[in-house]
């Protein structure tokens, strides 16, 4: 079994890098895990920080099951709800259906429905914090968030920790 479904907690940056804002998730882990020294609890046995890329979120998914010990599950990404760039918002499984890229993601996998089956099936609590995107430059290559999304991330790394005191 991967090391990282051992732990009570994973969080998961997901979208890539190379298409401008959709590098959020991985901004976020990043930061994450450049505070580990400063904040204990990043650095505890119990979490798992993942950049989960565009779809190892997916597969990291699939491979839960009744004897997981996970307990939360922390997805951060880039989205498209319709908000001011750069706006944060906190969403739940039963949130995701409305999300198109949730619905079926970039390699046409459903993970709205097998994250609101994790949670349903095994107790698991998944919370997104989503970050409205500016400029998501597929498939032209973009190595940097816009200025919207960039002030966003330590309200986001903020927003985790604050999940983690949960």
């Keep these: 079994m991967p090391e990282y479904l051992n732990k009570e907690i994973l969080i998961l940056g997901c979208g890539n890098v190379l298409f ?8 976020v882990v990043n930061k994450l895990n450049a505070l580990k020294e400063k904040i204990p609890i990043l650095n505890s046995d119990k979490i798992g920080i993942i950049d989960a890329g565009t779809g190892a979120s997916h597969f990291i998914l699939s491979l839960i099951d009744e004897n997981t010990p996970i307990r939360k599950i922390i997805i951060i990404d880039a989205i498209d709800f319709g908000l001011k760039p750069g706006e944060l918002i906190k969403l739940y ?14 390699h046409d996998m459903p993970l709205a429905g097998m994250i609101k089956e994790i949670s349903e ?13 500016k400029n998501m430059t597929a498939p032209d290559i973009c190595l940097e968030l816009s200025e919207e999304v960039k002030k966003s991330v330590d309200k986001a790394v903020e927003m985790v920790l604050d999940e983690l005191s949960k």
Excluded at 20 to 27: E, K, L, P
Aim: aromatic fraction near 14%.
């Design 20 to 27: 401008g804002d959709d590098g959020f998730g991985y901004a």
């Design 93 to 106: 499984p039963n949130d995701l259906p409305k999300i198109k890229k949730y619905y079926i993601d970039a």
């Design 121 to 133: 099936k095994y107790g698991i609590k998944v919370v997104v914090i989503g970050c409205q995107s």
